[in-house]
């Protein structure tokens, strides 16, 4: 199990500056897997230390595993679907891991298809998101079922904490993609990531992880807002609706932080 006496505010509020102070304050060694997709690779947040993966420097479990003096194998992987980490993303997970954090799901349902059909011009879109959410419903539990499974096989005496996505849309304007989602199609969007966190928070509970909801902490910092967390539409393409470098220091990080 992770030490209990690792001070989650100090790691979220500090998430820099006061990492070698929570390394010695770690009284055993953590080993430490991150697994899964974009959104724990960090794609969207610069500074990579891969081009395949899109493995991010400033992506949350590199600043976590800082923050607690962890060993971290970091397997998570852009564009990763659930047949994908367990193909490629489990060889590092064994009876010594006793950390394990992970995002997937949002690559098997059809979700870059809707937000590409919503920022087409003249292309409805209200086809492809419900599309997406009959996936959430009828395909993903069984998904995450197997794939929980196999990291609990894999990392029989790991604490599992399944991180969610953010609602990426304000639900206020069109500044983002030229005007071409619509209000009612960023609202249609939210409404079907609060679908997908539901499936997943069960699915995680069902296998005995925790699941950390980040929603709240996206809030007022979605698309458009003021200090976003996330990317709109931008170049390179593939970091387009990601969470940004202060997405994770300061929407993921804090949130994974106050778990421990």
């Not at 102070?21 to 500074?47: K, N, R, V």
């Not at 599992?160 to 030229?178: H, I, K, Q």
Request: glycine share 10%; aromatic share 8%.
């Amino acid at each position: 199990m992770i030490p209990a006496r690792l001070a989650a505010a100090a790691l979220a509020a500090t998430a820099v500056l006061a990492l070698p102070a929570l390394a010695h304050a770690a009284p055993a060694s953590i080993e430490y897997a991150a697994l899964g997709d974009s959104y724990s690779s960090g794609t969207g947040a610069g500074s990579y230390a891969d081009d395949d993966c899109l493995r991010s420097n400033l992506a949350y479990p590199k600043l976590l595993a800082s923050g607690l003096g962890a060993e971290l194998v970091f397997a998570a992987c852009s564009g990763a679907t659930v047949e994908d980490l367990l193909a490629e993303q489990l060889g590092g997970l064994d009876a010594g891991t006793n950390l394990v954090t992970v995002t997937i799901g949002g690559n098997d349902i059809g979700w870059a298809e809707a937000i590409r059909a919503c920022i087409t011009p003249l292309v409805d879109c209200q086809g492809d998101i419900e599309a997406a959410e009959t996936r959430v419903r009828d395909e993903l539990p069984g998904l995450l079922d197997g794939v929980y499974g196999a990291i609990r096989r894999h990392a029989p005496n790991a604490e599992v904490f399944v991180l969610g996505y953010p609602r990426l849309f304000d639900e206020s304007g069109t500044c983002d993609a030229f005007g071409q989602i619509t209000v009612a199609e960023q609202r249609r969007m939210n409404a079907a990531a609060d679908l997908l966190a539901e499936t997943v928070d069960a699915a995680a509970a069902a296998h005995g992880f925790t699941y950390v909801d980040v929603r709240d902490a996206f809030a007022g910092h979605a698309i458009c807002d003021d200090v976003p967390y996330v990317h709109g539409l931008r170049y390179p393409a593939v970091e387009s609706y990601h969470p940004n470098a202060l997405g994770h220091a300061s929407g993921y990080l804090p949130v994974i932080a106050a778990e421990f």
